[in-house]
């Protein structure tokens, strides 16, 4: 694929300075342009690059006063940054594109397939399963039995959604993603075994979620596990039986979050953070990386850290005093050993 500078500006509302004709082939940083490339500048701290990069073509703001000469063909616009962004979506859609279906899948006789979209190689469609249009099923997906999959919606290679799942529309599940799978319930016995509980509830994502690669959301022992609309999750999270995501929440990768928990709107979740179960999180919450929540938390809009956690302000004060523990102890020894040689 090749776009010119013409092309370009003509897509993000831009003012070109320079070749109309120019012709690029890929996206690159400023820093590692090259002859072909498109680039942009937004922060000032990387605007030297712009008089010596090699990219053919960079984007660049319209209040940008250039201090030298540049070689690149310019493309000014209100706000590079979001014209960048605009054109990334824009390639990732030329990069993803996929249509019509290769030999070697499997479709029950009972599923229903909506129009377009593209279905790949082994992927499997199994009994009353209902797929919407323009939905992309990439080799070796498996859609168990009565899935149900909303229009538009992305599910890369090896995601498995067992039966009676719901996915909404628009949502992107990337690869080895396991939907539906068991909920961690076993039952005590008297001969110190356990005994599974059947999980027999499902899960139902709601529409715009995007889900990381190898991220697993277990079905609800009863009722479903729900991923409120425009949620998005890291890769290898652990969401577990009957825990509700609120919508437009944010949570990064290896956080496990336990059965039954409630997370608010607009929950923002850094990595490796461990949530036990049947607690609340308020909306707005936001909770530092690797911090434990051993209990609700029913104040909205604060931050949160440590294991357990606690107020953010607080556990920042704590680790300045952790830091100092050691000189505090060698001080202690000396005003004891002071004391001793005073008697």
């Known amino acids: ?29 400023i820093e590692e342009g090259a002859a072909g490339s498109l680039s942009f500048v937004s922060n000032p701290k990387y605007e030297h690059y712009l008089y010596s990069t090699r990219s053919t073509i960079v984007i660049v703001d319209k209040t940008l006063h250039l201090q030298k000469p540049v070689q690149a063909t310019l493309i000014r616009v209100d706000n590079s940054y979001l014209a960048f962004t605009q054109l990334l979506k824009a390639y990732y859609g030329f990069k993803t594109e996929r249509e019509g279906r290769e030999d070697n899948h499997f479709i029950h006789e009972t599923a229903q397939i909506g129009a377009g979209g593209y279905i790949g190689a ?3 469609v199994g009994k009353e399963a ?5 939905v992309k099923i990439y080799p070796h997906v498996y859609i168990g039995d009565n899935v149900v999959v909303g229009d538009n ?35 005590p016995q008297k001969d110190e075994t356990y005994d599974k509980i ?3 509830g499902n899960v139902v994502i709601e529409d715009r979620v995007e ?8 079905r609800a022992t009863m009722g479903s596990t729900v991923i409120r609309q425009g949620v998005k999750l890291d890769n290898l999270i652990q969401i577990a039986h009957n825990v509700e995501v609120g919508e437009n929440s944010v949570i990064a990768a290896q956080t496990g979050v336990s059965g039954s928990t409630k997370i608010g709107k607009h929950v923002v979740l850094g990595g490796q953070v461990g949530i036990v179960g049947h607690v609340n999180i308020a909306d707005g919450s936001q909770i530092q ?3 434990g929540v051993n209990r609700s938390i029913l104040i909205k809009n604060a931050k949160w850290g440590g294991a357990p956690f606690a107020p953010y302000i607080s556990e920042m004060r704590s680790q300045v005093i952790y830091t100092k523990l050691p000189d505090l102890e060698r001080r202690i020894l000396a005003l004891e050993k002071k004391l001793k040689n005073q008697k």
């Not at 799942?165 to 080895?176: E, K, L, R």
């Open 198 to 200: 059947p999980q027999i």
């Open 1 to 29: 694929m090749q776009f010119s500078a013409e092309q370009i500006a003509a897509l993000i509302h831009g003012k070109i300075e320079g070749d109309p004709h120019a012709v690029v082939t890929q996206l690159s940083k």
């Open 289 to 291: 990386a690797q911090s």
């Open 211 to 218: 889900i990381g690669a190898n991220t697993v959301i277990d």
């Open 153 to 187: 919606t992305t599910l890369y290679p090896n995601v498995t959604l067992y039966y009676d799942t719901v996915v909404g529309q628009d949502v992107i599940i990337h690869a080895g993603a396991v939907i539906g799978s068991d909920g961690f319930g076993f039952a």
């Open 130 to 134: 209902k797929v919407g249009n323009n």
């Open 122 to 124: 082994f992927a499997y």
